[in-house]
């Protein structure tokens, strides 16, 4: 089954503990992205990239690393989470040639 | 500043009926649209999209009409189904970013058996 797999799908942590949030997809996409959804903000990409070993800010980049070493892997990474991190976060995949992205079940991360 | 605003948190239809979804925008440099789904506990799916150079798009019972002149575009669904109860996201895409999407804050869609 073609897929954007995420984990884990809740995570409860204290401020300053790093942590990594996976993402996977089978699907031979070029294309992954991470955001992050909030209460009347809608969807914030956070950073993107277009291809291994190519990665692009997003909207809201800011306390966030990502890489992107293995086509099907684009893991998120917080390397001292804050408070203000606490969010929905979904992973997204697509194919370079159009605009149609795949999204991830979601990543509920509370940061105490 | 929110770039794509959907204005109506929310949104209650009866059965059959038709259900309409507004977007508007304040970036010139859109011209790609597209409309993705959200059940609670899982991610956007994507629903429909429309180009710029088009002003109706429609997919079975799904249509989305753009007023470029307006920056606005809506998503029709006829006729309504309570499966269709949802939040719906609004997105676009810049001349040259495709893969860079700016979404609204997305409208919860209820519908009523």
């Known amino acids: 089954e073609a897929q954007v797999t995420q984990n884990p799908r809740y995570l409860i942590t204290v401020t300053g503990k790093k942590l990594t949030v996976t993402c996977s997809q089978n699907?031979?996409?070029?294309?992954m992205s991470w955001y992050r959804q909030d209460p009347g903000l809608g969807l914030r990409q956070i950073y993107y990239s277009m291809n291994v070993e190519v990665t692009d800010k997003g909207d809201v980049p800011e306390g966030y690393k990502v890489s992107r070493k293995e086509k099907r892997n684009f893991p998120l990474i917080l390397e001292s989470p804050s408070p203000n991190q606490t969010s929905l976060y979904f992973c997204?995949?697509?194919?370079?040639?159009?605009?149609?992205?795949?999204f991830g079940p979601g990543t509920r991360l509370t940061v105490l | 500043d929110q770039q794509v605003k959907q204005n109506s948190p929310s949104l209650s239809v009866q059965e059959g009926r038709i259900s309409i979804l507004n977007c508007d925008y304040t970036?010139?440099?859109?011209?790609?649209f597209l409309w993705y789904k959200k059940y609670p506990a899982e991610g956007p799916t994507f629903l429909i999209s429309i180009s710029s150079i088009k002003d109706k798009n429609e997919d079975g019972r799904f249509t989305v009409f753009l007023n470029k002149s307006a920056k606005h575009l809506s998503l029709h669904i006829v006729p309504s189904q309570p499966g269709d109860s949802a939040v719906y996201f609004c997105a676009a895409s810049e001349r040259g970013s495709a893969r860079q999407l700016t979404f609204g804050s997305g409208t919860q869609l209820t519908v009523l058996p």
């Open positions: 970036n010139s440099m859109f011209d790609y």
């Open positions: 997204a995949s697509g194919r370079a040639s159009d605009n149609e992205q795949f």
């Open positions: 699907m031979n996409h070029e294309y």
